[in-house]
């Protein structure tokens, strides 16, 4: 199995690493930017010897690396600054991912995508009219990171084992997204038994909050170690056929009331991409709360295909 990673910074490099020492695939690494996957590349190689895996990892510039992919990654763009928004990456980043997917379109054409770049659903939507994939080829990795840095919080403010946290997020990647406490247990009890309304709704701002608080402290970049898990993850369900349950960015069509948005709901992520969408039974809060932040995503979409207008 091979899986090609589009961008060699910081994300899309612990990427590499992270599918190659997982043994979960070849890894192609592309990069615009002269030497930079190449030497990365080699750099992970040469690290295989002591971290045990006989994964193949590649780099370069050229687009042809990717031929014979099965899952490709899309990282490339650029990162938030502190005082910015994901929003405010649009119109560079919306440029970038259709330049990224031409090319992908010649040299990729059957692999299912993964995109991570900012505003994440809306370059999902974007990479979609390109590609003019099958929805269930294509889908934003945001679910499982907003999910993940829930479950973190959570299990800080429990002083418990990570791992025995179960949560998730939905709606689009930003300040509208849509923790569920409800559907939160820690060792198999909810969270709602075990934490007070008034310190989960500080829990569930500060996950809002996550990849902002991150940016703010590095100044220069946002996150990638957690962002290189969530793709990591992803990449495994389908190329094993895990039949994994988490959150994806994904095109609706009436699900929760929804059609023709990207939005975050929990899928069943296997073999032929995004198996199942799965409809959870919502109050009306969390609904309504989950229809907004897609509005949210639908307005920034608008606000991209004006820009391609204008």
């Known amino acids: ?79 938030r600054k502190p005082g910015m928004t994901r929003d405010d990456l649009l119109a560079a980043n919306g440029k970038i991912i259709t330049q990224i997917v031409t090319e992908l379109k010649q040299t990729a054409p059957e692999a299912i995508y993964i995109m991570v770049a900012n505003p994440l659903d809306v370059t999902t939507y974007i ?57 939160a247990t820690a060792g198999g009890m909810a969270i709602t038994e075990l934490i007070s309304s008034s310190r989960l709704d500080e829990i569930v701002e500060r996950t809002r909050q996550g990849g902002t608080e991150i940016v703010s402290h590095l100044k220069t970049g946002g996150a990638f170690y957690a962002p290189a898990a969530g793709v990591a993850q992803m990449v495994g369900a389908i190329v094993r056929d895990e039949k994994r349950l988490m959150p994806a960015s994904v095109l609706l069509r009436g699900e929760y009331g929804l059609d023709g948005v990207f939005v975050g709901v929990p899928v069943k992520l296997g073999a032929s991409g995004v198996e199942e969408i799965i409809e959870l039974e919502l109050t009306e809060e969390e609904l309504s709360a989950l229809h907004d932040s897609a509005e949210h995503v639908r307005r920034t979409v608008i606000r991209w295909e004006e820009m391609q207008e204008a």
């Open 1 to 79: 199995m091979k899986v090609t990673i589009v961008g060699a910074g910081n994300v899309g490099a612990t990427c590499a690493q992270r599918i190659a020492e997982a043994d979960i695939a070849d890894v192609a690494l592309i990069d615009i930017a002269e030497g930079l996957a190449a030497g990365k590349a080699l750099d992970l190689t040469q690290a295989a010897p002591l971290v045990g895996h006989s994964r193949r990892i590649v780099g370069g510039e050229d687009y042809t690396l990717a031929e014979g992919s099965d899952v490709v990654v899309i990282t490339a763009g650029l990162p």
């Open 127 to 183: 990479a979609h009219q390109v590609l003019g994939v099958p929805r269930e080829r294509i889908m934003g990795m945001a679910g499982a990171l907003d999910s993940v840095r829930f479950r973190a919080f959570i299990a800080l403010e429990l002083g418990c084992a990570p791992a025995d946290v179960q949560a998730m997020v939905l709606g689009g990647h930003g300040d509208s997204m849509v923790p569920l406490p409800r559907y």
